[in-house]
């Protein structure tokens, strides 16, 4: 038996609705296993259920008695075009579903069968002798809670026999349009709960579910501006421009600060600038891109990350490289774009071919801190401050490492960053789990019964579909295609807090920061919102 569609489900979500529906008169023979409408006016029926017509047409249904019948379902009908503006309905959630329309009379041929549903033409075409019913099926988009039948143009005495409505799994581009409107929805929320604060950020969620809130100084802060920028691009709407250079512009004080410039300005300033023009913006990014060319070390031919100190007990590891400030290179190769400055560009190479040698493994898994001696350039070791061990590869490493050899092959066109961000982006395939959202570390020896991280798998999804346009081959680039599509649909789906969710983030199950925060393994990073939506905006062409 067909499963009930209710008028108002509230709360409720049947795991897959459908119903069908045979059109007869009063008293006609039922049809196995579907419902009949009779030509009543819409309303509710027996069960819950609510469809009709929009007008009484009980006098329009026949119940032709005809041998040449299937079966009971083809041998009643009911007229379409009697009279004008005729439509039947019924009662059904929002989304997406597969309808099936059979129309047709097995007394009559020659009638111009034009049926749509929900404007979507489901049947075309004329009956004759040799085909008395036309059979066709079309996927449909409901969002007005009911979907509508009615004659198309060109249609001629069309006739409805019956339907069936079941409902359907909502494709990628529709699951990544819902994902949009939740992510404006706890936008709004958000700027909201910071009462339009340009000098309030926020970067994780806390246990009440609400943001915890910092100011511009924090290494996060670029991401905020970030997600309202994704927003206008993937929108159009203009409001979220004024809110992102709101919270953009306060950011040009922290142009001197010594690491995670990327993370501060690309999100954030570089769109004011794409859309301004402004000298004044153009030279927010290049004193930030000047600030990490400070950072350089001729001896060890990289730039420092100075915040870590060795939690050895070798005083020659004294010089830290971290997978994370890779992603600064986009920085200085957009720097050397913009002024011409070869400085930029060679610097950014040659850090990337030390990466290479030291923090990306034979198997293409990556280490998270590279260690030098600052004296003589020497190589001492790798350690980790957020993975599983030193030798461990922790997810979020592996994005960045993703993402960036992706930029700096696409930014300098050399064939060894794309043969390495090839094998970090193989290593991620070959090891994450099947729905693409991987554990927070690869080599945590808890796995399964540990934590995945989101916010690495939608940097990842980023990467991927940027890589998916750099190489050659074919069955490679759909392969990384098809990979940034199963975490897409894992991200918009599973992941993806509900409407209604107090929790104001739009990621479920980031992992912030599990060996210095052991519960901080399923909050929202608001990174891991703005990689979301940029990979969201690349795969749609927005």
Same mark, same amino acid.
């Given at each position: ?54 007008? $009484? ?22 007229? *379409? ?35 749509? +549903? ?34 198309? +143009? ?14 359907? !799994? ?54 905020? #501006? ?7 691009? +993937? ?15 306060? *950011? ?14 690309? #999100? ?14 153009? /030279?927010?990014? *290049? =004193? ?20 870590? =100190? ?5 005083? =020659? ?6 997978? $994370? ?35 990306? +493994? ?12 600052? /004296? ?64 927070? $570390? ?18 990842? !999804? ?6 998916? =346009? ?13 990979? !940034? ?29 599990? #060996? ?27």
């Amino acid at each position: 038996m067909p499963i009930c569609i209710f008028e108002q489900l509230d709360a409720r979500r049947l795991s897959a609705l459908s119903a069908s529906i045979n059109f007869a008169p009063s008293g006609a023979p039922l049809a196995p296993g579907y419902i009949t409408d009779t030509g009543l006016v819409y309303g509710s029926r027996a069960g819950g259920r609510s469809f009709g017509w929009n007008v $009484d047409n009980r006098a329009n249904a026949r119940d032709r008695n005809n041998v040449s019948s299937q079966d009971q379902r083809y041998d009643t009908l009911n007229h *379409l075009q009697k009279s004008s503006g005729l439509r039947w309905e019924i009662a059904v959630p929002n989304g997406a579903y597969r309808v099936r329309v059979v129309a047709g009379d097995p007394t009559f041929s020659g009638d111009v069968m034009r049926i749509d +549903a929900e404007s979507t033409q489901v049947v075309a075409g004329t009956t004759h002798a040799g085909r008395l019913w036309l059979d066709g099926w079309a996927r449909v988009r409901v969002t007005d809670g009911r979907l509508t039948l009615r004659a198309g +143009a060109g249609s001629v005495n069309a006739k409805l026999c019956f339907v069936e409505i079941q409902e359907a !799994a909502p494709t990628l581009a529709e699951r990544l349009d819902t994902a949009v409107r939740r992510a404006a929805d706890v936008a709004r929320q958000t700027i909201n709960d910071l009462a339009n604060d340009a000098s309030r950020y926020v970067n994780y969620t806390k246990p009440d579910g609400r943001w915890n809130v910092i100011d511009n100084t924090r290494w996060t802060s670029g991401f905020w #501006p970030g997600v309202l920028w994704q927003l206008h691009r +993937a929108t159009g709407d203009a409001s979220w421009k004024t809110s992102a250079t709101r919270w953009t512009t306060p *950011l040009a004080n922290q142009t001197q600060k010594q690491g995670d410039l990327a993370f501060r300005f690309l #999100p954030s300033y570089l769109p004011l600038y794409q859309h301004s023009k402004s000298s004044a913006d153009r /030279a927010v990014l *290049l =004193k930030a891109a000047d600030a990490k060319m400070a950072m350089w070390n001729p001896t060890v031919g990289a730039f420092e990350t100075t915040w870590f =100190k060795t939690r050895t007990a070798n005083p =020659k590891a004294n010089f830290a490289v971290l997978i $994370d400030m890779t992603t600064d290179l986009e920085l200085l190769t957009w720097a050397y774009q913009e002024t011409g400055i070869a400085a930029y560009r060679d610097r950014a190479e040659q850090h990337m071919r030390l990466v290479t040698r030291t923090l990306v +493994a034979p198997d293409g898994g990556t280490r998270h801190f590279a260690m030098f001696d600052r /004296a003589t350039g020497e190589f001492v070791g790798n350690e980790t401050y957020q993975g599983y061990a030193n030798n461990s590869t922790w997810a979020r490493g592996q994005a960045w490492a993703i993402y960036s050899f992706t930029n700096m092959a696409r930014d300098t066109h050399n064939a060894e960053f794309l043969h390495a961000a090839c094998k970090v982006a193989d290593f991620y395939l070959r090891n994450m789990p099947a729905d693409g959202v991987p554990w927070w $570390d690869f080599n945590d020896p808890r796995i399964p019964n540990t934590f995945r991280d989101t916010s690495a798998a939608a940097v990842v !999804a980023s990467g991927l579909l940027r890589l998916a =346009k750099l190489v050659t081959d074919p069955t490679t680039a759909a392969r990384y295609r098809a990979g !940034a599509e199963t975490i897409l649909t894992s991200l918009a789906s599973t992941y993806l807090r509900p409407s209604g969710s107090p929790t104001r983030g739009l990621l479920s199950e980031g992992a912030l920061d599990i #060996p210095t925060f052991p519960d901080s393994g399923n909050v929202s990073l608001i990174f891991g919102d703005y990689y979301f939506l940029e990979a969201v905006n690349q795969y749609t062409a927005r």
